[in-house]
């Protein structure tokens, strides 16, 4: 299907203030960048650079005032999401070695707590794709999509107490009982048609017979429709605006995804 | 400077034919990029990588009939072109690990046969940016610059012995020159606004105090309106389109590169 | 200095075990390697690979049995640790790309809590290397350094309420509070001449003034004799043997580090 | 097999000289590195970095009068070389992107100009293996392997016309061959147990079935004993040093190989 994305960013910037942007979608093996557009108000110096991840990134410092950012891209991505039940969980000495860091815990995915839960919760499974859709499909019965509900990101740890969260503690979760159970995992942010209430979204991905796989478990069924920003080991690594200095959030956050024709 | 640049390529294809194309600009210190089209008809699956060089290269197989690649980009990019006459030449000891390879001969930059020409040519002048200016001058007064003479790369001990050549064949000979001292230099292809006659084009660029400056020998003054495609050692590692297969040449090739109002 | 260290672990596998091994050091701008013996018993099937930080990793898999890695390097590496007091900040816009990911928060050092403390402990110090020292000092002064109190890594938020811990620990503590600040802070694992009781160790370093130096808040002084097996964001991305499925550890654990002859 | 191998180099310095070497094996898939030295006399600041193919490199700067490198390995390497009759070519666009430049023309081996000698060589071939091993058998048959008969590197054009030539030159002729069928062939530098006379050594992989495979038309049959020190697109990417300004050449080469006891 092919999506229109506009993403619309106010801020009010009161000290100058650097910020690393990840909002650039890239082409990559599932979607397809046809048109793309990304203005700073006032016009900025930006360098760009491409993290460890492969996501490109873009380095400004805001100066005081209003500033905006405007992006708009048109992109071709899948229908449907693959799923693929008895996809088989790949041993550790057979995974690339460019996939192991998935493997480790990170800031907030603490995969080194959750062993216990994840064996539970995955009693009876086949060793791969199933385990993971039993995860999904427990955080779906057991933990309350609530969104706007937190801020800030949240740890597994702290998510899994709460039992409510947005959807990226839904995917530190969903991460962190994939790794404890050796199965690597990480967070994609990004857009996703049809999401309601409409914003930026994120989900995780698991690898699991030789290639990764899209998990969303604030979402039923197996539609597709996802547009990838960025993606990483959790929200550490890909925020979509890192600032640094004191908190500057905006005041307007414009998220829109429209389906437009194939041709 | 604002530019809008359009580069539309069409092939008839007559067996499946496997492409590399880097024909998507990437913002870097240098350019901004603003808007983006790339589209491709038929539609076509793609998958797109970075490269070593940190290349956007997008991986396609074009089927049997006509193809097109059509791109359109808005990129805000330097008026002038940085010049620095004084800049010291960078001892090897002190160059990033990064930039060693950029002192290699390659395919068509065969910098270990030039040094006595380079000596020659530099006689006199301060190591460094001096050293390049006079290379480029040198250039510019004993190969005769003729677009469209050559259409299969030549390599630099070609170059200097045919006495003419295309955009691509000055930057091979200015890249082999600077190298053969001992100063990195890298091959960039892309557009030159107010290019004459209108075209891609290539150049290449020295690192020189440290940082890489922009050299240009088929162009006179310090205008800027550059803006970039690829960048690597020479054109075997920045080919806009790499095919394998049976040689396919696009039967159009259109470049338009307009200057646009800044906002 | 001349160091020769020997590493030996022993280990009972009753399940066979993939491990990813840390304990080939790497000759660096610190350090250089001149001996290097690394025996495997039984000998196993090895893979060697280099990770996103640089750090050479051994993958291999043990299988049932005793287990015994024997490793032994002569190292050249520097008397005394570079202190610089001054040396500025580095501002987040000019820091390289490479090291921005130095500033996230990462599994065991949540930095992203840390911003009151820091303030406090740096209150009226320069930018720059007093504020990492005077973290240092603080931690020397806060923190009771117990070797062998803590056998799993604990995050900066646990050390901080803890208050004691072993080297990682304080580890931890000092480059979540450097990253409160957008210092950029990692860990770095090895061994240290003269440590009591001797182990292997882990401290931080601190990226100021345009380049990365050597903290300690477990030892006085500035003494030298540091050997770096691997360095990353904190101890889950630099385990020396990092084992999957049930947990093995060592039964034997030895290390020795002996200062030898200049020649 | 178990091999014990000596490199000493030792070179006479009349200005301060830079190096790059690369005389530091690297374990991998096909060696495992169990003892290791490295000395430099007199000593010398290093630093060793791992350039864009994985090969760990050492720079240095040589100051004036006698400067000499010793280096040894216990390396654990293959007995015999796989052969794989009938593996088959990996069409282009299931390449992995890492492995696309190894198709591309380089300084040595000029692909772009075998494509017709290559369709004849392997005329009825197999796609793959068996086209791979033609070309290395028409070499044996065609070239004349004089060691020490060629100081400089040749490409495979002047390799091609001249008729004979060093293992480094049947490298190049069969790495062009191998590219201009679009067949990924790299070079790989260093060591062969029983090599006549024995020196240090250059040879050939082909990425066929998805794999490397070993190739040597300085060589019958599939004997092991093979320990690599680089690889990368030709002689250019792997000097074993990579010296510059003035040239210095060892005035003192010895490399010995001897295999020693299993344990």
């Known amino acids: 299907m092919r999506l229109r ?10 000290v100058p203030t650097p910020f690393i942007l990840m909002l650039r979608p890239r082409s990559g093996s599932q979607q397809w960048i046809e048109r793309q557009e990304y203005e700073l108000t006032p016009s900025t110096a930006v360098s760009e650079f491409t993290d460890n991840y492969g996501n490109l990134c873009q380095r400004i410092t805001a100066q005081e005032g209003l500033f905006s950012i405007a992006t708009t891209s048109e992109v071709v991505t899948t229908e449907y999401s693959d799923q ?6 790949v041993e550790i000495q057979n995974l690339p070695d460019s996939i192991l860091s998935y493997l480790l815990p ?3 995915c603490e995969s080194d707590c959750f062993n216990d839960l994840a064996v539970t919760i995955t009693q009876g499974q086949l060793p791969g794709y199933n385990q993971v859709s039993a995860i999904t499909e427990w955080m779906r019965a057991t933990i309350s999509y609530l969104p706007g509900s937190n801020n800030e990101p949240l740890s597994a ?6 039992r409510y969260g947005v959807c990226r503690d839904f995917a530190h979760l969903g991460i962190a009982l994939c790794r404890s159970l050796s199965i690597p995992a990480r967070i994609v942010v990004g857009y996703l048609y049809n999401l309601q209430p409409m914003d930026m979204h994120a989900w995780f991905e698991a690898y699991i017979g030789n290639r ?10 197996s539609q597709g429709g996802y547009v990838i920003l960025g993606l990483g080991r959790d929200a550490a690594d890909v ?21 437009i024709a194939e041709f």
């Open 84 to 89: 693929n039940f008895g996809a088989h969980f």
């Open 106 to 108: 990170s800031r907030y």
């Open 212 to 221: 990764w796989y899209t998990f969303d478990a604030t979402q039923l069924g």
């Open 157 to 162: 740890v702290q998510v899994n107490h709460k």
């Open 5 to 14: 994305i506009t993403c619309n960013l106010k801020f009010e910037i009161v």
């Open 239 to 259: 925020a979509v605006f890192n600032q640094f200095g004191p908190s500057v959030f905006p005041y307007e956050q414009l998220v829109k995804v429209e389906r």
